[in-house]
């Protein structure tokens, strides 16, 4: 007897729970998947025809507040109260617990969503990359499928931020010819600003512009419920397994971008996983709904005001981009695109500048931005730029900059 208690006590201390649950466990044979609680009045004698009564209850309750529903206490209270009871509360306490289990089990159900032709999803995947060194890097694939045929779109972007994710949608629109006439997002920042009482939500400036210029109406999922928009769930991860297999090289995103139109028009040549008629003939019925292209594209860009510290750098999304120290202390406004970003002060226009997809330090040279060197990182040099025009690559305006003769600056 003492060796058993002893190993009992073992196995308390080794898994954490109490003797009594591991020895019970141990004993059992029967593994089956245990049935719903029995609730039958015979199993329950003390509370007989008292069980009509808590029923009546704890349904009603679902029709109140949360805070204002029946405990296992206050039952008990009621029944000996107002009707009598003489049993003991831990009768009422187990079959509260157990009818409430029961309730909520039955509760449990869901309707397959409807998937209108010319309805689609929307969502960002992760995935890696070679670029042109063979260096490891993470890119985001922005896919939008179209449930009803089961026909998807995907586009390779170096980030996922709010003008990648316009600027994908764009692309995939101007392709095949149209507009979704509904689209369903999760809540992403670069969409959502603020997520109010469902269905509700405040978007952001320029998904805001960006839905009124294409004329979509645009859902969201509920807070942690990915499987509201399964279909491009389970296609951003076959376009990875597939597309994405093995590891790109991707020295030009436009490139492998239009690669990756041609791969979704090959893949939509295969049957559908329910239908079994190629995916091509559904998608026929979702294009003879889309909404016709506005007349005009949308210009993809947002404006940012960025402070210019004591050293003459800005930073626009962790990337910090060399400007002048002769603007220290200024706040210069960015309109900023998904390959360049160009700045101007109150006064002045500045430069056009190629925008970084990873964070680095740069500064202006002859008219173009460059990585700061190695050397120069170590050192803690500075670089020494054009003193017209702020020192902004030696011109003021998009005019002078055409008729000035290109000018350098250098380093030290």
Known sequence: MRSRARIWRKSRSATGFNYRTVQKYAYQENWSEESLPVLNAENYPSLGAYIPIIDTWLEDDCKLPRKQRHTAWRVFCRLRDEHGFTGCYSSVKRYVRKKRFVMKTSDEGFLPLAHPCGWGQVD????????????????????????????????????????CLLEGMKRIFEYIGGVPVRLRFD????????????????????????????????????????????????????????????????????????????????????DHYKYKIPIQELWEEDYAQLLRLPEYPFSVFRYEALSVNKSGFAVIDTNRYGLSPTLAGETVQAKIFLTMWSSSTTTSWLAAIPAATKPTMRFMTGGSILPLSAKARCSGAHPILPADAGGMAGVSSPAEKQGTEKRTSTAR
């Open 124 to 163: 960002f995947g992760e995935f890696m990359y070679y670029d042109a060194v063979q260096k490891e890097q993470t890119g985001y694939a922005l896919t939008v499928s179209f449930p009803h045929s089961n026909k998807g779109y995907t586009q390779a972007f170096p980030s996922q931020n709010q003008e």
């Open 187 to 270: 809540n992403m920042t670069t969409a959502v600003a603020q997520v109010l009482k469902v269905p509700e939500r405040t978007l952001t400036d320029g998904f805001a512009r960006f839905m009124l210029h294409y004329r979509f109406q645009a859902d969201f999922c509920n807070p942690a419920a990915g499987n509201e928009k399964g279909n491009v769930e389970s296609k951003v991860g076959y376009s990875r397994r597939n597309a994405f297999v093995p590891v790109p090289t991707i020295t030009s995103f436009d490139d492998y971008n239009d690669w990756l139109f041609d791969w979704c028009e090959t893949d939509a040549e295969r």
